[in-house]
């Protein structure tokens, strides 16, 4: 018997000049001790369905048509019967646990006032109950950790607060949007098996909302594919990651990075271009293409930076270290990959070898010439065009008061004061070719662009310079696997056509080792292991290496028997 | 160049500024409002039916002339006429052009000086920032009009006396423009530590873009909304501010007489029955810095949501 039953159901947006169809006749149920994934890219409608549960759609969002059970009962009939089941028969897990506690109330406070709210308990009743909330939620030391304020607490312990809060008066639906999204690998799986215990341990049937398949594979039972408001799919996780039917869902399959073998390329089924497969790139025309030497292009040696926590404390005991004497070197032509969690220092080496920062004491060597004591402006000049870097957040990296066309043209502009006109227009003509815009984008705004398309933007105007050393500071981790996959692809093309050297950072195991030849793994601004990509994932030394890759999603566990 | 002007045009009226304007009634009738004022400011020679300040065409006769509509006023003078016999309407027309060119130059100026101030405090920080931040802190302790004064009565000082009724207006400017910086430089300094940290800014530096550059080409787009914004409503405090210095006459000289200034003639008629000199430009006021404001709150609401 399904305990939660949604039928046919639709969910609309009017907006000023057209109608967003959020979600289209979506139909499935889910029953008690069960895990259901709600999968899909972003704009899929798996957070309309989930919020449609809780009745939680924003303005201008109406359901326009169909209908949700819970055990039997309709829910939008009366609106009256969702207030009464929302927070007590519906437990609700939030992406951020950053947002989702109030930071002026004590952790035991909000416990309190949500029991108190649903059940008739009186405070003393509801305080032990609230300890034991926590304790089950694997929080050490609840008794005193009950007062602390949400601050006091680490991401991933948040999250379980946000757990036993979900949990409080003994629901029986789950609905977790994105529960591990803002969090690290390690505590990801530490988060992810806390949901799975209590779903067995309280009988619970749980929706789990995410984008990320290795979640999917290792902890749900039946997986819900969703594309563009539509449910594509839906069956037992093994058969649907295993032998997908439909062909959307293959080709999300496909784009996720493999966890146990490297490959060539992502096997793209939706390719934009049909003809990109010949790699001439015109721009090779005008690439003054550099010669590989077997030498090192960067050298770092004892590399520190240490940031001024405050004004007014003048002892440096109360600097943060966020890179602690790391050195390595990166070759030229190779893609060097740095891994590690949030903290670890890895943007902040980043935004050394840049030169957005100074670091506080060693050296960057760049082509043989220290390139951190550069005084002379003109000198630094030469080194800015060599190394060029694309951000993470493909929305804040583009200016977007300017059109394309100004945003490409002003690194060719200043490297190259003497270009003409015309010359200019062919010169990012041919840039916006090899990162496979059309000649149109150049008119645009970056607005009208999606966040794949926007990184390609941020590709050509790095590739303008004709750089040597491109940074990839997590270049794909704000947009979906297929587009991921094609940016990867495009950056691998880049390499090949170019001779590039990359510096490739992510948190992403199994893409760092889809794109790098080398990997340096970081914990805390400390350096913990240098290697050889597959020798690293076969046979790691450090037990740091060990445990990331031990706790890391993977999408083959399906094939596993659990 | 048509096509390209009407593709404009299409896309301004496809906007969604344009949509919430058009969803507004206060936005569209304060705008209308101005619009007649502008127009009629700027056109006045043509439109004004008299010019109060040819002696020839005046006739101490036609003094104390009340509206048309009350007892003893002619079509001739459909607002009446002041002590001297010239047209109320001419004057008030004549007027608003003095306080709108006073309003739009002082707030011109400090536009320029607080968002040049601002925004290199922003983005360059550390003690010219502490320094530049500070000033304007002690300077909104003193009340703006003060400041105004201030600057007024010091300039007073040293221009000689001829030479100051030719140099009013630019004092004005002046001293109502440096009594309304701090506002943009705290404005334009908040946006610009915001957009600084923004990737596209990394993103230019490390292509080489001059520091200079960077905030022009960059920084200054990005943060024009909420400047346009306290701009406008800046500008009717800028007109009050005149008409109230004109009014204490420190402002404009009366030969060449601003809406303030009209108040403050008629003022000294108020009780004598001529209630018509001070009150058709006191209205007249009041509409004008009420319809900028009202566009200026619209404006506020449309460009930037998240103020509401």
């Known amino acids: 018997m399904s305990f939660l039953k949604i039928n046919n159901l639709s969910v609309n947006y009017i907006m000023r000049k057209e109608t967003v169809f959020a979600a289209q006749n979506v139909k499935f149920d889910v029953s008690k001790g069960e895990i259901l994934g709600l999968v899909g890219e972003s704009g899929s409608g798996k957070s309309t369905v989930g919020n449609a549960i809780i009745n939680l759609i924003d303005e201008p969002g109406k359901i326009s048509e169909g209908s949700i059970f819970i055990d039997n009962i309709d829910i939008y009939k009366d609106p009256k019967t969702i207030k009464t089941l929302r927070g007590k028969k519906i437990g609700i897990i939030f992406q951020d646990p950053q947002t989702s506690l109030n930071p002026l109330l004590t952790v035991g406070e909000q416990l309190i006032e949500t029991i108190q709210t649903h059940l008739s308990l009186n405070k003393a009743d509801a305080k032990s109950r609230a300890i034991n909330l926590l304790k089950e939620v694997g929080i050490t030391d609840a008794e005193n950790r009950f007062d602390n304020y949400p601050h006091q607490f680490s991401g991933g312990m948040r999250q379980r607060v946000v757990i036993s809060l979900a949990l409080c008066c003994e629901p029986e639906l789950l609905i977790a949007d994105e529960p591990t999204t803002a969090l690290d690998v390690s505590i990801q799986s530490q988060i992810l098996d806390l949901i799975k215990n209590l779903t067995k341990k309280r009988n619970l049937a ?7 398949m290795g979640v999917i594979a290792e902890t749900t039972d039946r997986v819900a594919v969703m594309k563009k408001g539509i449910l594509v799919e839906i069956g037992p996780t093994k058969e649907v990651l295993g032998n997908p039917k439909a062909e959307y869902t293959k080709s999300l399959v ?32 005008r690439w003054k293409k550099k010669e590989l030497n077997d030498q090192n292009l960067v050298e770092v040696k004892n590399l520190k930076k240490s940031f001024h926590d405050g004004i007014f404390s003048e002892s440096s005991s109360k600097d943060v270290v966020a890179v602690d004497d790391i050195s390595f070197n990166i070759k030229e032509g190779e893609s060097f990959g740095l891994v590690g969690e949030s903290g670890s220092g890895k943007s902040t080496i980043a935004k050394m070898i840049v030169n957005l920062f100074k670091p506080t004491s060693g050296e960057i060597y760049f082509d043989k010439v220290c390139i951190n004591k550069i005084t002379d402006k003109n000198i630094m000049l ?12 493909p929305y804040s990296s583009l200016n977007s008061r300017m059109k394309v066309y100004d945003i490409i043209a002003e690194p060719i502009r200043l490297h190259n004061t003497l270009i003409k006109e015309n010359e200019l227009k062919d010169y990012i003509n041919d840039l916006l070719e090899s990162v496979e815009l059309t000649k149109k984008s150049a ?45 990867l692809n495009l950056l691998k093309d880049l390499q090949e056509q170019l001779n590039l050297t990359i510096l490739f950072i992510s948190h992403d195991l199994p893409v760092v080792r ?24 076969l046979n790691p030394s450090n037990s740091y290496t060990k445990e990331l890759l031990h706790l890391m999603p993977k999408i083959e566990s399906i094939y596993e028997t659990r | 160049m048509q096509n390209q002007n009407l593709s404009l045009i299409n896309k301004i009226i496809d906007s969604d500024i344009f949509f919430s304007f058009k969803k507004s009634p206060t936005a569209i009738i304060s705008s209308l409002i101005l619009l007649i004022i502008f127009f009629c400011s700027f056109f006045v020679e043509i439109i004004a039916p008299y010019n109060p300040f040819d002696p020839s065409s005046l006739s101490l006769m036609d003094a104390f002339t009340p509206p048309s509509w009350s007892e003893g006023g002619t079509r001739n003078f459909l607002l009446g006429t002041d002590g001297q016999g010239r047209d109320m309407l001419s004057t008030i027309l004549y007027g608003s052009r003095i306080s709108l060119i006073v309003g739009f130059s002082a707030i011109l100026f400090s536009l320029i000086l607080g968002v040049t101030l601002g925004l290199t405090a922003g983005y360059f920080g550390g ?36 030479l100051h009724d030719q140099m009013a207006i630019y004092v004005l400017i002046f001293a109502i423009g440096i009594s309304e910086w701090p506002q943009f430089a705290r404005v334009s300094r908040a946006a610009t530590l ?41 500008l009717a405090l800028a007109i009050i501010a005149e008409s109230t210095l004109s009014f204490l006459g420190v402002g404009v000289p009366p030969t060449t007489p601003s809406l303030g200034t009209l108040i403050r003639i008629g003022n000294d008629f108020l009780f004598s029955g001529e209630w018509w000199i001070t009150f058709f430009p006191a209205i007249f006021l009041v509409l004008l810095a009420f319809s900028i404001n009202l566009l200026g709150d619209w404006m506020r609401d449309t460009l930037n949501p998240k103020l509401k």
């Open chain 1, 206 to 212: 749980v929706i789990l909302i995410t984008h990320d």
């Open chain 1, 254 to 285: 496909s784009s996720v990075p493999p966890t146990n073998k490297k490959i060539n390329r992502f096997n793209v089924i939706n390719k934009i271009n049909e003809n990109d497969n010949q790699l001439n790139l015109k721009i090779l025309n």
């Open chain 1, 382 to 393: 030469k080194f800015r065009r060599q190394i060029q870097m694309i951000f993470q957040d």
């Open chain 1, 443 to 487: 008119d645009r705004y970056p607005h009208e662009f999606s966040g794949g398309q926007r990184q390609r933007i941020s590709i050509a105007r790095a590739l303008a310079t004709q750089p040597r050393l491109l940074v990839c500071d997590e270049p794909t981790s704000a947009l979906d696997v297929s587009i991921q996959a094609q940016i």
């Open chain 1, 514 to 537: 889809q794109m790098c030849d080398r990997i340096a793994v970081l914990r805390y601004g400390k350096l913990c292991e240098i290697s050889d990509t597959e020798n690293l994932f």
């Open chain 2, 127 to 162: 003690r010219y920032e502490m320094f530049v931040m500070r000033i304007t802190d002690v300077q909104l302790t003193i009340p703006s009009i003060l400041m105004a004064l201030l600057v007024d009565g010091i300039a007073r000082g040293i221009i000689s006396r001829e």
């Open chain 2, 194 to 234: 915001v957009e600084k940290n923004k990737d596209y800014v990394s993103a230019s530096t490390i292509i080489g873009v001059s520091n200079l550059m960077i905030m022009v080409r960059h920084i200054l787009p990005n943060i024009l909304r909420p400047i346009l914004v306290i701009g406008t409503i800046g």
